[in-house]
């Protein structure tokens, strides 16, 4: 689902590479933690896969697409494809919790038919049933995340990628967030965690990748956050 052949990353202001050689392949149905001290690359890693950045060299690919040649205007498909969320939710404050989710569907050109039908499931799915009519401002930082996540799994993307999603939550509050992400995983969704939530990667027991300085330096199918 996701493969990175011989990667390196080496940002034009910067004087080190922020991934080096790194190969990586996440199947598809995995759920994957990533952690790694602060500018270890993590988001670097994303933004490759996301065709945010080119890489300097190797070979990125994200289900068909082979994300660092792929031409400006399949971007947008390629997009569509990987869900996003992030520490700082990201949510349109002038929007209701149902419009966050249609104007997500609404940009990529699907039928208003489809938007009315898709929008109350999705919502019913993140445990937001009855809050269709907030405002962001209304809603606590773990509702703010469960519509981040309704918006990012709405046309059902292969991938989803999260980055530090619990950054700004409680403990319990990540929990339950985490177990949002789990049931979207067990959907049959690959999702890429990056967290530098201890407790959390301890309690799942998922693949953890750890990066270090740009290189993967852990890899392991049922891992622990670990001494990091
Ligand atoms: N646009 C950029 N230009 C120059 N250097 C950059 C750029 N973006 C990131 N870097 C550098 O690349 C390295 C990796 O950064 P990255 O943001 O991927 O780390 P991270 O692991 O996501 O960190 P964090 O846990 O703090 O989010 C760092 O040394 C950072 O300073």
Do not use: W
């Not at 109350?120 to 799915?125: G, M, S, T």
């Not at 998922?206 to 891992?223: A, K, Q």
């Amino acid at each position: 689902m996701i493969s990175l052949d011989n990667v390196t990353m080496q940002y034009k202001a910067s004087t080190r590479p922020a991934l080096r050689d790194l190969s990586l392949e996440i199947d598809k149905g995995e759920f994957a933690f990533l952690i790694g001290p602060s500018g270890s690359g993590k988001s670097t890693f994303f933004r490759l896969l996301l065709k945010e950045d080119k890489p300097t060299s190797g070979e990125v690919r994200v289900g068909d697409f082979r994300v660092d040649k792929l031409p400006g205007r399949k971007v947008p498909k390629l997009r569509q494809s990987i869900g996003c969320v992030f520490q700082d939710f990201r949510l349109l404050q002038q929007k209701s919790v149902a419009d966050n989710v249609a104007f997500a569907l609404e940009v990529i050109g699907k039928p208003s038919s489809t938007i009315r039908k898709v929008v109350p499931d999705v919502l019913d799915y993140v445990g937001l049933a009855g809050k269709a009519d907030r405002m962001p401002t209304e809603l606590s930082g773990g509702e703010m995340q469960r519509v981040a996540i309704a918006r990012a799994i709405a046309n059902r993307p292969l991938v989803l990628l999260a980055d530090e999603p619990t950054g700004n939550l409680d403990p319990d509050t990540s929990e339950e967030i985490v177990d949002v992400l789990d049931r979207v995983n067990r959907r049959g969704t690959t999702v890429v965690m990056a967290t530098h939530d201890r407790h959390i990667v301890d309690s799942m027991r998922r693949r953890v990748l750890e990066f270090n300085l740009g290189r993967l330096v852990r890899d392991e199918d049922h891992g622990v956050y670990g001494v990091g």
